[in-house]
């Protein structure tokens, strides 16, 4: 079993930055690709960023594109989300994700493997 586990989130004021971890555990993780998400109360989990295996190619949702980065170190088994210039309405659980086999990186659904997520809020 596959095991992932969030950390980094935290309180943040408007226009700062934070990076979030993801540690990965268990068979077969180095060839995942991984993926970050969140969801807020009342609404979708909504896709944020994606990262294949190699960790060469990366896609991003419009709107957090220019402002986070994500990132992998598989040797370590760990990917990374960079958040920048925070806005209020980045506050949400954030989670990430992975999978061995997934034919569009942004659908949430393909993803077998879930952390349990951790909260980011961000102050006006």
């Known amino acids: 079993q596959v095991q992932l586990v969030e950390s980094g989130g935290g309180l943040v004021q408007a226009g700062g930055s934070l990076r979030l971890s993801c540690a990965a555990s268990g068979r077969a993780v180095s060839p995942f690709a991984m993926a970050w998400f969140r969801q807020a109360p009342g609404k979708e989990r909504e896709f944020l960023a994606a990262v294949g295996w190699s960790g060469a190619t990366t896609y991003y949702a419009d709107s957090v594109k220019g402002r986070f980065i994500i990132s992998r170190d598989k040797a370590k088994n760990m990917v990374y989300l960079q958040m920048n210039s925070l806005k209020s309405e980045d506050s949400a659980v954030y989670y990430c994700?992975?999978?061995?086999?997934?034919?569009?990186?942004?659908?949430?659904?393909?993803?077998?493997?879930w952390g349990q997520g951790t909260q980011v809020t961000v102050s006006s």
């Open positions: 994700a992975a999978d061995s086999s997934i034919g569009n990186l942004r659908n949430g659904d393909e993803y077998d493997y």
